[in-house]
T-cell receptor
Framework: DQQVKQNSPSLSVQEGRISILNCDYT??????FLWYKKYPAEGPTFLIS?????DKNEDGRFTVFLNKSAKHLSLHIVPSQPGDSAVYFC???????????FGGGTRLMVKP | EPEVTQTPSHQVTQMGQEVILRCVPI?????FYWYRQILGQKVEFLVS????????KSEIFDDQFSVERPDGSNFTLKIRSTKLEDSAMYFC???????????FGSGTRLTVV
């Protein structure tokens, strides 16, 4: 099941620079998208979400962009901090239900 | 900040044994979920629960699995006869009504030996 894909398994960024995490999806029935951050041995922590009727949502250092025509979303973190180092998952919800479909995750490493 | 609480954090069980994983969702949330993540794989949906009944379930959630909300606060996942391939992190999640983020618990690591 590859309805939600994160093609970069890892990303390394210098502290203070921008981190861009990407996510692609195939199911046009998805109407709500979320980003989660996960540390080892912990559950996913909700970061930010976006509805399919919007193309941008911003919350502090985190901005999510949605390109519906390309079925692509991205998470921008500016400026990146060492504490941002974690695995980031994008997830999507189908408008016919309420379950989340997760991508495979991208491990972000922010170097001091 | 309200959180979803899961117990135990780690459970080791013998193949064929029954296990019950417990969760206390956030008190004013209405939707409840179980997800799992096998080591090195994606987080996968198992089941959603609303208004005291299952609203959706995945192919993974076969007859060996069941969920219950016995007392209005706890939300449990039972695996009747565990298999080696049931070894995974199991996450409970809940959310209120409306377009809000799902809050996940810290998970139970189930190891079937």
């Amino acid at each position: 099941d590859q309805q939600v894909k994160q093609n970069s398994p890892s990303l390394s960024v210098q502290e203070g620079r921008i981190s861009i995490l990407n996510c692609d999806y195939t199911n046009s029935m998805f109407d709500y998208f979320l980003w989660y951050k996960k540390y080892p041995a912990e559950g996913p922590t909700f970061l930010i979400s976006i509805s399919s009727i919007k193309d941008k949502n911003e919350d502090g250092r985190f901005t999510v962009f949605l390109n519906k025509s390309a079925k692509h979303l991205s998470l921008h973190i500016v400026p990146s901090q060492p504490g941002d180092s974690a695995v980031y998952f994008c997830a999507a919800r189908n408008n016919a239900g309420n379950m989340l479909t997760f991508g495979g995750g991208t491990r972000l490493m922010v170097k001091p | 900040e309200p959180e979803v609480t899961q117990t135990p954090s780690h459970q080791v069980t013998q193949m064929g044994q029954e296990v019950i994983l417990r969760c206390v969702p956030i008190s004013n949330h209405l939707y409840f979920y179980w997800y799992r993540q096998i080591l090195g794989q994606k987080v996968e949906f198992l089941v959603s629960f609303y208004n005291n009944e299952i609203s959706e379930k995945s192919e993974i959630f076969d007859d060996q699995f069941s969920v219950e909300r016995p007392d209005g606060s706890n939300f449990t996942l039972k695996i009747r006869s565990t298999k080696l391939e049931d070894s995974a992190m199991y996450f409970c999640a809940s959310r209120p009504d409306g377009p809000y983020g799902y809050t996940f618990g810290s998970g139970t690591r189930l190891t079937v030996v």
